[in-house]
């Protein structure tokens, strides 16, 4: 089975600070997702990769950075957290173009 | 860009109804996959479904390409089957996914 990781299922922060999300998948899928959920909203997609140090802009990208330093990690970078970025983030990876998503980590900036 | 319908938005069944799901997609689509978000909030994966039609227990899926609509199909439905169904289309810009607005289901014992 294909298994999505993500490093915590719930997350407070403080306005202003630097916030890491990780994700880890563990079937040597080449691409990989972020995505938030907001009522009303839906699911919108943050940013995606499809290689290793390789890094693409998705839908709402600004106020986030990412990371891809090994294949199996995709890091999601708040730089300076704000009280709009409290959300459900979800990732995901992929082969060819079914996507298997992580339990998601629910974030408070408060 | 491509847009996904999804109908009914909201669904109230009594444990042991059966129940269908319609999503409707604008344009054509690379594949497509339905997805049951529990009440924890992870997003598990029913089918990826391009075309046709699977099975796997009590529910099932169509996919009718050329017409532009998926149809997910629940028998026997359970408390457990509760929460938010939701589909996605993967466009032609690589693996992204569309996703529907979803349809809540509130399986009552």
């Known amino acids: 089975d294909v298994k999505v990781t993500q490093s915590s299922r719930y997350l407070v922060k403080r306005t202003g600070e630097k916030v890491f999300l990780e994700c880890v998948q563990d079937m040597d899928h080449e691409n990989m997702f972020w995505y938030r959920q907001d009522p009303g909203l839906g699911l919108r997609l943050i940013y995606f990769?499809?290689?290793?140090?390789?890094?693409e802009k998705g839908d709402i990208p600004e106020g986030y950075s990412v990371s891809r330093e090994k294949k199996e990690r995709f890091s999601l970078i708040l730089e300076s957290a704000s009280t709009n970025q409290t959300s459900m983030y979800l990732c995901?990876?992929?082969?060819?173009?079914?996507?298997?998503f992580g339990p998601g980590t629910r974030l408070t900036v408060t | 860009g491509i847009q996904v319908e999804q109908s009914p938005p909201d669904l109230i069944l009594q444990e042991g109804a059966n129940s269908t799901l319609r999503c409707n997609f604008s344009?054509?689509?690379?594949?497509l996959q339905w997805f049951h978000q529990n009440p924890w909030g992870q997003l598990i994966n029913l089918f990826y479904i391009p075309s046709g039609t699977k099975q796997n227990g009590r529910l099932s899926a169509t996919t009718v390409a050329t017409e532009r609509y998926s149809l997910l199909y629940i028998s026997s439905s359970q408390t457990t089957d509760s929460g938010v169904y939701f589909c996605?289309?993967?466009?032609?810009?690589?693996?992204?996914?569309?996703f529907g607005q979803g349809t809540e289901l509130s399986v009552k014992p």
């Open positions: 996605a289309v993967h466009y032609n810009q690589g693996g992204k996914l569309i």
């Open positions: 995901a990876s992929s082969f060819n173009y079914e996507q298997y």
């Open positions: 990769s499809y290689d290793v140090k390789m890094k």
């Open positions: 344009d054509s689509v690379n594949n």
